[in-house]
């Protein structure tokens, strides 16, 4: 039966305390605390870390990727080809893009759902991701968290089947955005309970249950979106699910992740779920998707060492000040240093793959992999003096080790001082590349680094991403 074959999620390590926000404005505060997005991530990378933690859980390549969010950088380019790319799939693969409403990532669970039924593709990576904008003192500021998840769906080694699934849709108006908006405006939140969000879930949860012949209480675990807690625990209680039953929404610990936000909760789920337990999972925006899955004998396999509940225990708190400035929510000195050059079009063109997935070469006489700066070929290994007798081998998925680093103080950075770095590979190469995640006095050399997909600068109208070094955390 077709089902989910592999979960993955990325949160990332920043958190804001509402309470702070809370003091800064002198308003009732929210607690808890929220996910924020360092000052070089945003939709695409985020993205691109939960589908890579779902691979690293799955033995296989999908040929289909479907990304689901509301904050693609681009109006017009897919986001699900960037994030492909940077993956490193194969060119043969189906790609699109599910976005403008919350729904999205059931939206595109369904449709590879679809897609697999019909024997068009095989296995389907679908990654939700979200770092959605709030207005400073707004009513959504203490809310809005971000972060990302993925599943792939397929019909082999399934670790949980999808038995039936529900949609109905609705042209109900409750947070938007148009395309001059900056932040999410919304209606009454009395008016999206009693007239939106209440009776489309409840219908919707009603029509899966009728179509499954179930009840509330035969499932064991069941994961719903909401817009906030009080939300979340009020419709588990209309629609007659015991508290026992209703998964973490983590509003508390990261915020409402936006299109991620069930998704997340569903892999969350799965991670600790035993064989043969049956779960309801609905998606909530511009209407309602609601699928009912069965756990199999292989759900173990889904689990990791580093799970949804070790990304939430592996933090650092962050000031507003900085959250402000990350977010391009204050103005900001110009740096007086010399702009940095962008890469032209042509010139990311031509080196694609040393971009997007960080790839050099490995000798075929000696083995010794190599990588160049961007824009030169190697044609004669540094070791033997072999010429022209290469291999392509990827860096971005080797660890490596911190040789040697730089603090620079007058780096135009929103997350001064930056840090620059030699890495050696553990497998061999040596890369020159910005650091990202660390903590200053933890830095050190020989100190264990991973690489990281993240956003590098935006300049002549292009989000410019490569791949920088980050301390490796256990």
């Not at 799955?58 to 109006?75: H, K, V």
């Not at 993956?87 to 939206?107: G, Y």
């Not at 938007?176 to 007239?195: G, N, P, Y």
């Amino acid at each position: 039966m077709t089902g989910i074959t592999s979960i993955g999620a990325y949160i990332p390590k920043y958190r804001l305390n509402l309470d702070e926000v809370a003091k800064f404005w002198k308003i009732r505060g929210a607690g808890g605390e929220k996910a924020v997005a360092g000052y070089d991530e945003d939709s695409i990378t985020m993205a691109v870390a939960a589908a890579l933690d779902c691979l690293g859980r799955f033995d296989g390549e999908p040929d289909g990727l479907y990304l689901a969010t509301t904050t693609n950088p681009y109006r017009e380019k897919q986001g699900a080809a960037v994030v492909a790319s940077a993956v490193d799939l194969k060119k043969e693969i189906i790609t699109a893009d599910f976005t403008n409403s919350l729904r999205s990532a059931s939206s595109a669970m369904r449709s590879a759902l679809n897609a697999v039924k019909s024997g068009s593709a095989a296995n389907v990576l679908v990654a939700a991701s979200d770092a959605r904008p709030a207005a400073p003192q707004g009513r959504f500021e203490q809310l809005i968290g971000d972060g990302a998840a993925g599943v792939v769906v397929g019909q082999e080694n399934t670790i949980a089947e999808i038995e039936e699934c529900y949609s109905i849709s609705s042209d109900f108006t409750d947070h938007w955005r148009t395309a001059k908006d900056e932040f999410m405006q919304s209606a009454e939140a009395r008016f999206i309970d009693v007239v939106g969000y209440g009776p489309l879930m409840q219908e919707a949860v009603s029509g899966l249950l009728k179509k499954c012949g179930a009840a509330p209480g035969d499932f064991s675990r069941i994961v719903f979106y909401a817009s906030g807690a009080r939300e979340h625990a009020e419709m588990a209680r209309k629609l007659g699910f015991e508290k026992g039953q209703v998964q973490d929404p983590l509003f508390s610990a990261i915020g409402n992740t936006g299109t991620a936000a069930a998704l997340l909760m569903l892999v969350a789920a799965l991670e600790e779920a035993l064989p043969g337990e049956r779960m309801l999972f609905a998606c909530y925006g511009d209407g309602c998707d609601v699928f009912a899955l069965r756990t199999t004998r292989d759900v173990a396999k889904a689990r990791s060492a580093d799970s949804v509940k070790n990304k939430l225990a592996r933090k650092t708190g962050i000031d507003y000040g900085k959250y402000l400035n990350w977010r391009n929510l204050v103005p900001a000195e110009a740096s007086s240093l010399p702009a940095r050059s962008e890469p032209s079009l042509i010139t990311r063109w031509r080196n694609r793959k040393s971009i997007a997935a960080l790839y050099g070469v490995k000798c075929r006489s000696c083995g010794t992999p190599q990588l160049h700066p961007i824009g030169q070929a190697i044609r004669v290994c540094a070791v033997c003096q072999s010429k022209d007798n290469f291999d392509d081998y990827k860096f971005s998925d080797k660890r490596g080790k911190l040789f040697s680093y730089a603090i620079d103080q007058l780096q135009p950075t929103r997350n001064p001082p930056g840090l620059n770095g030699v890495v050696d590979f553990d497998e061999g190469g040596r890369l020159l590349c910005e650091l990202t995640d660390y903590d200053l006095d933890k830095v050190k050399i020989g100190m264990p680094v991973e690489m990281t997909y993240r956003k590098m600068s935006q300049g002549q109208g292009l989000v410019n991403y490569f791949w920088k070094a980050k301390p490796v955390v256990e």
